[in-house]
């Protein structure tokens, strides 16, 4: 009977780990999906700050040379937004073979801060861009 007791413990342990592992997934994909489809907006938005920049200081560098500037910067953080969300997919793991479920639940709970924050950092660079 305690053995019964013991293996019905361990199979709902075990099952209990599976759901919060697969909600963790869910969450960290979705995250994803959310800042994924954005991408192509940053590249259209950096493209578009550097050739209203450049015509800036065609116009008047002196005059223009400020806003120009942080029109560039802006540009920056649009690019550094869009390789973050490549830096954090090529080091986003799928398998999860040969961790202890304990493992992989922690993983996915630092990925989802991770993958949080390039979310954050997409949103924010795509907001500052829309300023000008």
């Known amino acids: 009977m305690v053995i019964l007791i013991l293996v019905a413990g361990i199979l709902a342990s075990c099952n209990g780990h599976q759901k919060e592992v697969e909600k963790l997934k869910g969450e960290v994909l979705e995250i994803h ?27 008047d560098s002196a005059a223009n040379k400020a806003t120009a500037n942080e029109m560039r910067e802006v540009a920056k953080n649009l ?12 080091q986003y793991k799928v398998d999860f073979e040969g961790m202890e479920e304990e493992q992989v639940i922690a993983y ?4 989802k801060k991770k993958v949080g924050k390039v979310n954050d950092d997409i949103t924010n660079a795509l907001e500052e861009a829309e300023a000008y």
């Open 108 to 111: 996915l709970e630092e990925q």
């Open 33 to 59: 999906d959310e800042v994924m489809p954005l991408m192509g907006k940053i590249k259209e938005e950096q493209k578009q700050l550097m050739t209203a920049s450049g015509k800036l200081m065609a116009a």
């Open 79 to 90: 690019g550094d937004a869009y390789e973050g969300m490549f830096v954090w997919m090529r």
